[in-house]
């Protein structure tokens, strides 16, 4: 069936901000999909995804223009619209009293979804979702990337004729964001289904087939994914880089030549990346070295961050990331943090078990696993939220169970979730953080003022009111104040675009050459190419403790194919790693 | 010393965070400060239990002049205006009944008879007693009219009771009870304020983040004390504004032992506000036990009926309500000029329910942190 | 799939056993919803009364004489004085200043001579910083002086002709006991209404908010009036039983009587329930944050219902805009019916009317609350 799913012309919305004048969240967007199709929907923050998925669900009304969803007019009737689409915003509410099985039958009843169909769906959705061992837990329990996927499975009880998802896989480990898009898939083919996604990951619009992307409320570009490619063809390489050197070093080499690379990003040990459309070989020899240089295929994301680099650069606005010198440490130092037989049992329930790893100074390290793993509360732990049930814990040379607050004073923390004064100004909230840390008087300015330019924060801005990206910008800047020794980042880039991201890797890289040790925790597995080592931890227990290069080789072993990305890697150690704890158990 | 700056230096940083956020929107401030000023006009007019333009209906079945003069005297008095002239007994219920009369006033037909014969004529007095407090004051005024009416006549009456009023000459009832409110309607939302103050962190999330600096549980609990009991000084201040310029009522103490007292009075409070904060998990349950707690506070403070009239035990209990002492303080130096030996015995409980309260909190906020 | 009665059935089912759900896992809702009731139950049979009785005043006998003992003597019997004598004035005066003592009997010197001669007086002092004590003091003190002296004057008999003298015999309808405890505990049914409507659903839809939780119901099929009234329904369960446990109180607790039907009284009891959590949930819905709700919701309720219904003070005299603020209230409206229920019957025009005023309050309620439901997220 072909009709026309969504037909929106000229489709304007602004939001009132404080100080009177307008922000243009959505500016003049017109478009067409087809129905049965699955749409991505891409774009940096504050680009107006959400605000698009909002009026397409009905709940915003456009200041100007026309949209209409399956043939009806939104503007008109949106009960009408609701009754025949499922949405998931992107911060789905759960009710947290309830257990998992009870929200599922909430919306299966609110939806109207006869009994009989509701066994078999629901069966099926708990096997995708892996929340089948979980059905009586109340919602409020659960981890943060498990309520994401319960949240998608209560959107989907019911197949509607529409379905909208703001960033369902925010939060979510490579292995749930394989079987959501199983799911998806399916039932775009059995159900001819119309999808509209908004996503960050690329590799999900590339499924996709008819991709929007969204820049500052304006249609940048549309068209398959083939014929977006088509605009990085000639550009993309990969460079392996030189025996003795880090891929981060190279990749932050190239990434630094604003003029001539539009992105590099470390991949598999080499690193890939996009030369600016005419620039000759000759002027990239220099940069490249001795690294070997090879073409390689186009990707949809190539083609994305080319559309956002020229923007950004029609605009101007191009951050930079300075940061302070400080005297880089040896090698031969004590680590910065111990970790000997860390333990944490809530009840009978144990979330971590037994744990031991190190991490030295100007160190990245990373902290991988799926969801419920116990990443997060070994974080916890670390930064002197939690205590241990058992174990030994240093950081910065403090035994955390004895000098607290001391310790605390020599960390940054940057959470998950936004956690700072959403109704505070962002020079208040740097005011009030640099002063809790001790900064003061012309010290605390100096510092408020050097990170405002480098993370390209305007210092009068509400808040709570920002784009998620700035506001992620926003909470590193409040870590980074009273410059820490150590830093910790709990998914610090989840649900920002990859521009943004790319920026704020060059700050933590930069930052590790100074000597501050970084610890991170993220579900972007390309991510953890930066990483100088990384840990994979999964129902408590480590699984994995090595460079990148060891992490693949070690997931490579008995699957005997070789492992050139993380994602893989990743999900081949998680799954051997259940197995084999299945198997014990049933030994 | 300087580890002394440090701190206060930080306590400072804490409470700009905490003001900023309470008074940033407007529509906060209006919450906060507002009420006071509403409710203290309010119910400085309605708090009153006096009797003035009291309708009432008689019935006369006596016909004298006796009666007539009675009647004269009442209906030029201010205090009553007569809505209806009964003709029989039965018509008496429908008076009262819908509320239309507070009493009605009844001459029995020998009522004459027995003044002229110089025996006790009684007066009947049917009152509405479903306010009981406006029904003794109704007959309290009759009575004095029936007294001078006696007087006048030639009673003889070997034995006047002079009375002399301190500081409230003319008896308002409402002079009683609005000093009151400058301490009772402040607590409301200070209890409040300072008992949302954590949980709100909570459920925001923010907590971790503070938590995670090198803020120790003390400086935060102070941090979050400070901005709390300068909202509720504020609040006192204009209900003490309210109380002194709009109506008029003279403050005869000294403003500085009255802040004083509303000071120790608040920070009372205020500890009891952050021991139920640090208890609570989410701003649900701290809303309920601040409910909870504020009945009890309000009810038993004195502020509409004394506690002389409670039994024993509550009385006992009283000693842990800060309202109590805070009230007592503040209109015994607002009305009777009291000085600080007079009021010296109200500040003592009102220190050991702080002494107690912020250690407490403190106690509670290290121990459930996680 | 949506439409119509089946729908609306569903729906409402499956938000009804959320929200009791919700409601019955939430202890401390819960225990509150029940708890208050019963210590505001108790606080204002036992603790609060507004009636004076040992109210230790001070009786300075300047004159010795047995005459002078013989007036006082009255005092110490009267259950509503407590009296300590003292010989000093400034004694008596520093006991008052420290608020031992709430008025001062002073008997002159002269006082026997004087009243040989014809007109004696005594002195009262009182405190005027607590008005309803002094005036009802005032009253006790005088009529057991003056019952002094007409015992004096009928043991002299003959000696004057006394002629008549007028005496005020009050008799006071719907309270006979004149307690009162009788008027205050209907009150109570009314207070304990009003604030157990206010905690109990004011937290409830600004949480929804905070929480997010609304935004992915409103593209359900689910109507605004459908959550309003799943919201509503679990509260009006606990409501009932406070109203239960508030008639039994006053009926065997404080054997208030209750000349009212009873089928009316637990009526509009309901119906001024369902207002109180009304307004609650419209106050939730319109501020939209729980912070502010809560505040509001403390402010809106507790104080006015005390002050301004009727409840205590007898609004009849106040200033115009006094009694419009009164009379916008709903709680003065249940409040003029609660009274006349208990304590003068059936009162068919006054039920009718109150009952008119409550129900269009709902009407209100209801409407405003769903206008703030309206699936709009701007």
């Known amino acids: 069936?072909?009709?026309?799913?969504?037909?929106?012309?000229?489709?304007?919305?602004?939001?009132?901000?404080?100080?009177?004048?307008?922000?243009?969240?959505?500016?003049?967007?017109?478009?067409?999909?087809?129905?049965?199709?699955?749409?991505?929907?891409?774009?940096?923050?504050?680009?107006?995804?959400?605000?698009?998925?909002?009026?397409?669900?009905?709940?915003?009304?456009?200041?100007?223009?026309?949209?209409?969803?399956?043939?009806?007019?939104?503007?008109?009737?949106?009960?009408?619209?609701?009754?025949?689409?499922?949405?998931?915003?992107?911060?789905?509410?759960?009710?947290?009293?309830?257990?998992?099985?009870?929200?599922?039958?909430?919306?299966?009843?609110?939806?109207?979804?006869?009994?009989?169909?509701?066994?078999?769906?629901?069966?099926?959705?708990?096997?995708?979702?892996?929340?089948?061992?979980?059905?009586?837990?109340?919602?409020?329990?659960?981890?943060?990337?498990?309520?994401?996927?319960?949240?998608?499975?209560?959107?989907?009880?019911?197949?509607?004729?529409?379905?909208?998802?703001?960033?369902?896989?925010?939060?979510?480990?490579?292995?749930?964001?394989?079987?959501?898009?199983?799911?998806?898939?399916?039932?775009?083919?059995?159900?001819?289904?119309?999808?509209?996604?908004?996503?960050?990951?690329?590799?999900?619009?590339?499924?996709?087939?008819?991709?929007?992307?969204?820049?500052?409320?304006?249609?940048?570009?549309?068209?398959?994914?083939?014929?977006?490619?088509?605009?990085?063809?000639?550009?993309?390489?990969?460079?392996?880089?030189?025996?003795?050197?880090?891929?981060?070093?190279?990749?932050?080499?190239?990434?630094?030549?604003?003029?001539?690379?539009?992105?590099?990003?470390?991949?598999?040990?080499?690193?890939?990346?996009?030369?600016?459309?005419?620039?000759?070989?000759?002027?990239?020899?220099?940069?490249?070295?001795?690294?070997?240089?090879?073409?390689?295929?186009?990707?949809?994301?190539?083609?994305?961050?080319?559309?956002?680099?020229?923007?950004?650069?029609?605009?101007?606005?191009?951050?930079?990331?300075?940061?302070?010198?400080?005297?880089?440490?040896?090698?031969?130092?004590?680590?910065?943090?111990?970790?000997?037989?860390?333990?944490?049992?809530?009840?009978?329930?144990?979330?971590?078990?037994?744990?031991?790893?190190?991490?030295?100074?100007?160190?990245?390290?990373?902290?991988?696993?799926?969801?419920?793993?116990?990443?997060?509360?070994?974080?916890?732990?670390?930064?002197?939220?939690?205590?241990?049930?058992?174990?030994?814990?240093?950081?910065?040379?403090?035994?955390?169970?004895?000098?607290?607050?001391?310790?605390?004073?020599?960390?940054?923390?940057?959470?998950?979730?936004?956690?700072?004064?959403?109704?505070?100004?962002?020079?208040?909230?740097?005011?009030?953080?640099?002063?809790?840390?001790?900064?003061?008087?012309?010290?605390?300015?100096?510092?408020?003022?050097?990170?405002?330019?480098?993370?390209?924060?305007?210092?009068?801005?509400?808040?709570?009111?920002?784009?998620?990206?700035?506001?992620?910008?926003?909470?590193?800047?409040?870590?980074?104040?009273?410059e820490p020794e150590i830093l910790f980042l709990d998914e610090p880039t989840s649900g920002i675009d990859p521009l943004a991201r790319r920026d704020f890797w060059r700050t933590i890289t930069a930052l590790a050459a100074r000597g501050v040790t970084i610890v991170v925790t993220t579900h972007f597995m390309e991510e953890a190419e930066y990483c100088d080592r990384i840990a994979i931890q999964d129902a408590g227990r480590m699984l994995a403790l090595g460079t990148p290069r060891q992490v693949r080789e070690q997931a490579a072993q008995d699957g005997g194919a070789a492992v050139d990305d993380m994602d893989s890697a990743f999900i081949a150690i998680v799954e051997r790693g259940r197995r084999a704890a299945g198997m014990e158990a049933a030994a | 010393m300087v580890a002394l700056l440090a701190a206060l230096l930080r306590i400072g940083f804490l409470c700009r965070k905490e003001l900023l956020a309470l008074l940033k929107e407007p529509s906060s401030r209006v919450i906060l400060l507002a009420p006071a000023l509403v409710q203290s006009l309010l119910f400085g007019y309605a708090a009153t239990f006096e009797v003035t333009h009291a309708p009432y209906a008689v019935l006369d079945q006596s016909g004298g002049a006796a009666a007539a003069e009675v009647l004269r005297r009442l209906d030029g008095s201010t205090t009553f205006e007569r809505t209806a002239t009964l003709r029989s007994a039965s018509e008496i219920a429908g008076a009262i009944d819908d509320g239309g009369a507070l009493l009605v006033v009844v001459f029995p037909a020998d009522f004459e008879r027995r003044l002229a014969m110089g025996v006790p004529a009684p007066l009947q007095l049917i009152l509405d007693g479903r306010n009981s407090s406006t029904a003794a004051a109704a007959s309290a005024h009759v009575g004095t009219i029936v007294a001078n009416f006696n007087a006048a006549r030639g009673a003889f009456q070997p034995v006047t009771l002079e009375r002399r009023i301190w500081y409230n000459p003319n008896l308002h009832s409402s002079w009683g009870i609005m000093p009151n409110l400058i301490a009772a309607l402040s607590m409301i939302q200070t209890l409040l304020i300072a008992a949302l103050s954590v949980a709100r962190e909570r459920e925001q999330g923010t907590f971790d983040q503070l938590l995670v600096t090198p803020l120790t549980p003390m400086l935060i609990l102070v941090g979050k004390a400070i901005p709390a009991i300068l909202v509720g000084l504020a609040q006192s201040s204009i209900i003490l504004l309210v109380i002194r310029y709009w109506f008029g009522i003279p403050m005869h103490g000294s403003p500085w032992l009255l802040y004083l007292g509303l000071v120790t009075f608040t920070i009372a409070a205020v500890g009891i506000g952050l021991a139920v904060s640090a208890l609570s998990l989410n701003m649900q349950q701290a809303m309920l036990y601040t409910f909870m707690i504020i009945m009890p506070l309000m009810l038993l403070s004195g502020l509409l009926t004394p506690v002389r009239n409670m039994p024993q035990a509550l009385q006992i209990a009283t000693w842990a309500n800060p309202l109590r002492f805070g009230m007592d303080l503040v209109r015994r130096v607002y009305l009777e000029g009291a000085g600080l030996r007079d009021v010296a015995i109200d500040f003592v409980p009102l220190v050991c329910i702080a002494a107690v309260t912020l250690p407490l909190a403190a106690w509670l906020f290290r121990n459930r942190l996680s | 799939m949506s439409g119509g009665a089946a729908g609306f059935h569903r729906r409402c089912r499956a938000l009804l056993r959320k929200e009791l759900r919700q409601m019955l896992r939430d202890r401390t809702t819960l225990a509150v919803g029940l708890l208050l009731p019963l210590v505001l139950i108790l606080l204002f049979g036992y603790g609060l009364s507004f009636d004076v009785k040992d109210a230790p005043i001070a009786v300075v006998l300047e004159d010795t004489s047995p005459t002078a003992r013989d007036v006082t003597a009255g005092l110490a019997g009267s259950p509503y004085l407590a009296p300590v004598w003292t010989p000093w004035m400034h004694d008596a005066v520093a006991r008052m200043r420290r608020g031992e003592v709430a008025a001062i009997v002073r008997v002159p010197q002269d006082f026997s001579r004087a009243l040989a001669g014809g007109g004696a007086r005594v002195q009262l002092l009182l405190n005027g910083a607590d008005p309803t004590t002094a005036s009802a003091l005032e009253w006790y003190v005088g009529g057991a002086i003056g019952t002094w002296a007409a015992h004096r004057a009928g043991r002299a008999a003959g000696k004057e002709a006394a002629g008549g003298i007028v005496q005020v015999e009050p008799r006071t309808w719907f309270n006979e006991a004149n307690t009162s405890t009788w008027y205050l505990v209907p009150g109570l049914l009314v207070l304990v209404l009003t604030l157990v409507g206010a905690f109990l659903t004011s937290l409830l839809i600004a949480r929804e908010w905070e929480r997010g939780t609304l935004e992915s119901l409103f593209v359900t099929p689910v109507r605004p009036a459908e959550i309003v009234l799943c919201k509503l329904a679990p509260f009006l369960l606990i409501g009932a039983i406070d109203i239960v446990m508030c008639l039994l109180a006053a009926r065997f607790l404080f054997h208030v009587p209750m000349h009212g039907s009873l089928a009316v009284i637990l009526l509009s009891a309901m119906l001024y329930l369902a207002v109180s959590l009304l307004l609650g949930l419209a106050i939730s819905g319109i501020t939209r944050n729980q912070f502010k709700a809560s505040q509001v919701a403390l402010l809106a309720s507790f104080m006015p219902a005390m002050m301004l219904s009727g409840f205590v003070f007898d609004l009849r005299n106040v200033p115009v805009i006094v009694q419009v603020v009164s009379q916008l209230l709903p709680a003065t409206h249940f409040m003029a019916l609660v009274k006349t229920l208990f304590l003068a019957g059936d009162n068919w025009r006054l039920i009718a009317r109150e009952c008119a005023i409550l129900l269009l309050y709902v009407g209100v309620l209801f409407t405003v609350t769903c206008r703030t439901l309206r699936k709009r997220l701007d």
């Open chain 1, 1 to 482: 069936m072909t009709g026309a799913a969504i037909v929106a012309t000229g489709l304007c919305r602004a939001f009132p901000a404080p100080g009177g004048t307008a922000v243009q969240a959505v500016a003049d967007l017109s478009f067409r999909t087809r129905s049965g199709d699955l749409v991505a929907l891409v774009g940096p923050d504050g680009a107006g995804k959400t605000t698009l998925l909002r009026m397409l669900a009905g709940l915003l009304r456009p200041d100007a223009g026309s949209l209409s969803v399956l043939g009806i007019d939104v503007a008109a009737d949106p009960q009408a619209v609701q009754d025949r689409i499922s949405y998931m915003p992107q911060r789905f509410g759960l009710y947290e009293d309830l257990s998992v099985a009870e929200n599922l039958d909430l919306y299966a009843d609110l939806h109207g979804v006869p009994t009989e169909v509701r066994r078999e769906r629901f069966a099926s959705l708990l096997a995708m979702t892996d929340l089948a061992r979980f059905t009586a837990r109340p919602a409020g329990q659960l981890s943060g990337g498990m309520k994401q996927k319960l949240g998608l499975a209560c959107t989907l009880v019911r197949s509607p004729a529409l379905l909208l998802l703001d960033e369902p896989s925010v939060g979510v480990d490579p292995l749930s964001r394989r079987d959501l898009w199983r799911i998806i898939d399916r039932l775009v083919r059995d159900e001819a289904l119309s999808v509209v996604v908004s996503t960050a990951y690329m590799d999900e619009a590339q499924r996709c087939a008819h991709v929007l992307v969204l820049h500052e409320g304006r249609l940048l570009a549309q068209g398959t994914p083939a014929e977006l490619r088509a605009r990085a063809a000639g550009c993309t390489f990969t460079a392996v880089p030189p025996p003795g050197m880090a891929a981060r070093a190279l990749q932050a080499r190239l990434i630094d030549a604003r003029d001539l690379i539009v992105d590099a990003v470390p991949k598999g040990g080499a690193v890939r990346f996009i030369s600016v459309p005419g620039a000759d070989a000759a002027s990239l020899r220099p940069l490249l070295d001795d690294a070997v240089v090879t073409v390689r295929q186009e990707e949809l994301e190539d083609a994305f961050m080319m559309l956002l680099r020229e923007r950004q650069r029609e605009r101007g606005a191009v951050p930079s990331a300075q940061v302070r010198e400080r005297p880089a440490g040896n090698d031969d130092e004590a680590p910065v943090i111990v970790v000997r037989d860390l333990v944490r049992r809530f009840g009978d329930f144990t979330a971590v078990a037994s744990t031991s790893f190190d991490v030295r100074r100007g160190e990245i390290f990373g902290l991988l696993g799926p969801n419920g793993a116990g990443k997060t509360t070994t974080f916890r732990m670390l930064c002197g939220l939690l205590p241990a049930s058992s174990g030994h814990l240093e950081v910065a040379g403090l035994d955390l169970r004895r000098a607290r607050a001391e310790a605390r004073a020599r960390i940054g923390y940057v959470a998950q979730k936004f956690a700072l004064y959403g109704n505070l100004t962002v020079r208040e909230n740097l005011q009030f953080f640099g002063g809790a840390y001790g900064l003061r008087g012309t010290t605390l300015r100096a510092r408020i003022d050097a990170t405002l330019a480098q993370f390209g924060l305007d210092p009068a801005a509400r808040s709570g009111e920002l784009p998620g990206g700035f506001k992620q910008r926003l909470a590193m800047a409040a870590g980074l104040l009273h």
